[in-house]
């Protein structure tokens, strides 16, 4: 009877394991994985990105480069404000299908609103450069303004500038743009891009008088200017060169820039054939130069010189 009774489990035994079977081939087929894809999406939408993120795991186990199931985490990663692990996975969805840059970007953009809305500026920054990295023509919004200010903080002048002058061009009446004006010319000069850098000094300077900034801006526009006028000159364009070296003189605030300004003003006349007036510049240079010496001191001092040699030939 023991026998008979093991001879008829066999059959139900065999049953068992098929069915297991075929649950195993359900779960790794397409179909299994597009029911859990399908759970992690509906868990996400209804605020559980936690099991949302188990849901796309359980699939990747199955197909690490399931591009559904890499973006369902990396998107539920992103909502439990774990940004590290889901940059990884958005990264490695790019790897497989590039396409989703574009909806990674604005999905970062719209959670960093969200943070600066929120006062969590630090991690909207952050949020906002991957979302310029993943797609570079994301369009920010007034935001625009804050996240070129970011740039320009951390020294990254090339997107500052970009940055600013986008800002500027889709908000010209915005009361912000007074304030963007400086540190846009300052990225602008720090990428050598003098022309354009001189015209928002001139701009910052004509429209805000009485920024804290002024000084500074001061300092540097006439920087600016004197290199403009040294790159005229090269070209043999002495008028241009005159035209900018006397704004530089215009703002009597900087002894140094001052000198250096006349001694170019003093060598673009002599270029021009005006020795008397070069000379007269260059004596300017002399009698204004408290501590008696200097670059600019002794360059007057040698140029008078010559002046006076070819005068008495």
């Given at each position: 009877m023991r026998a008979l009774g093991k001879a008829r489990a066999l059959p139900r035994l065999g049953w068992m394991l098929m069915a297991t079977l075929l649950v195993l081939i359900a779960a790794c087929d397409g179909s299994g994985l597009d029911a859990h894809l399908e759970r992690g999406e509906d868990s996400l939408s209804k605020g559980d990105p936690a099991e949302a993120r188990l849901e796309g795991l359980y699939v990747l186990q199955q197909e690490s480069d399931n591009t559904d199931a890499l973006w369902l985490v990396g998107r539920s990663l992103l909502a439990l404000n774990r940004d590290a692990e889901a940059e990884g996975y958005f990264r490695s969805l790019f790897s497989v299908d590039p396409a989703f840059r574009v909806s990674a970007g604005g999905l970062y953009a719209q959670m960093a609103a969200v943070d600066f809305e929120a006062a969590r500026k630090k991690r909207a920054a952050r949020r906002w450069e991957l979302a310029l990295e993943f797609d570079p023509l994301q369009d920010l919004g007034v935001h625009t303004f804050f996240v070129a200010g970011h740039f320009f903080k951390n020294e990254d002048y090339e997107i500052a500038a970009q940055l600013f002058n986008a800002a500027k061009e889709a908000y010209p009446d915005t009361s912000e743009l007074t304030e963007v004006l400086f540190p846009h010319a300052e990225s602008l000069a720090r990428l050598g891009r003098w022309e354009e850098a001189s015209e928002q000094l001139a701009r910052f300077l004509k429209e805000a008088p009485k920024h804290p900034k002024r000084m500074e801006a001061i300092f540097l526009y006439q920087d600016v200017l004197i290199r403009l006028a040294r790159a005229d000159r090269e070209l043999l364009d002495f008028e241009s060169a005159l035209d900018k070296l006397e704004k530089v003189l215009r703002y009597r605030i900087n002894p140094g820039m001052i000198e250096d300004a006349r001694l170019e003003k003093g060598l673009c006349l002599e270029d021009l054939g005006r020795y008397r007036e070069a000379a007269e510049v260059y004596?300017?240079?002399?009698?204004?130069?408290?501590?008696?010496?200097?670059?600019?001191?002794?360059?007057?001092?040698?140029?008078?010189?010559?002046?006076?040699?070819?005068?008495?030939?």
């Open positions: 004596r300017k240079i002399v009698e204004k130069n408290s501590s008696g010496s200097g670059r600019s001191m002794e360059a007057a001092l040698e140029r008078l010189e010559r002046i006076e040699k070819a005068r008495l030939k």
